[in-house]
């Protein structure tokens, strides 16, 4: 399996699972191991209550954390590569799967809520744009993921308030402020 680390990371992509809205992180990551698969093919899931568990994807081949809060995502900087069909994204992708079949039921707004954070969270993280950053996974593959009941893209394009000791460095440091330096020269990056 292929080793993905977050500067490999360009985007944040949004799926659903298809599954029922009942069921949990862990048993959608299960089913995905009783299909003998790795696990959940995506990096976080969304519960229909807005918790979020982290799969062994995300967390380089560790059990499933389940509730895992927001800021502690990415703490993790070594990943396999998500398991979706587009090769070009199984790198470059932040996988986001909000747990339900919104072609059929919609999302909680719990999981609404929740994806407020990881994007406030990974935009910060990563100091991207979501406008140019954002993708629903319909937008890669035929597929309607993450479902036609699912919330309209345009409530997830905004560009969060970052201060400095929020902003996190794509390349080399983790989870350290940009170079290190949390007194000013920040002119350039804001």
């Known amino acids: ?3 993905r680390r977050n500067l490999d ?7 659903h699972t298809g599954h029922g809205e009942t069921l949990t992180g862990r048993e959608v990551n299960n089913q995905f191991v009783k299909a003998n698969s790795f696990g959940a093919p995506y990096d ?6 807005g918790t979020i568990d982290l799969t062994p994807r995300w967390t380089f081949g560790n059990t499933l954390i389940v509730d895992s809060p ?14 979706i069909g587009n090769k070009n994204y199984r790198l470059k992708g932040f996988h986001v799967a909000c747990i339900g079949n919104f072609d059929i039921i919609e ?6 809520n929740t994806l407020i954070k990881i994007l406030i ?12 950053s954002l993708e629903y ?9 993450p479902g036609v009941l699912f919330f309209p893209k345009k409530y997830f394009l905004f560009t969060p308030s970052c201060s400095p000791s929020e902003v996190r460095r794509k390349k080399g440091y983790g989870d350290e402020p940009w170079g290190g330096d949390t007194t000013g020269g920040w002119g350039e990056f804001f």
Not at 70 to 83: D, L, P, R, T, W
Not at 137 to 145: A, D, G, K, L, M
């Open 107 to 112: 999302p909680s707004p719990y999981q609404f």
């Open 137 to 145: 996974y319909e937008e890669i593959e035929n597929t309607s993921s």
């Open 9 to 15: 990371i360009e985007k944040i992509i949004i799926h």
């Open 44 to 49: 976080v899931l969304v519960n229909f209550d």
């Open 1 to 3: 399996m292929q080793l």
């Open 70 to 83: 927001v800021s502690k995502i990415f703490k993790y900087q070594n990943h396999y590569h998500a398991g």
């Open 121 to 132: 969270e990974f935009a910060c993280y990563f100091h991207f744009s979501l406008y140019t």
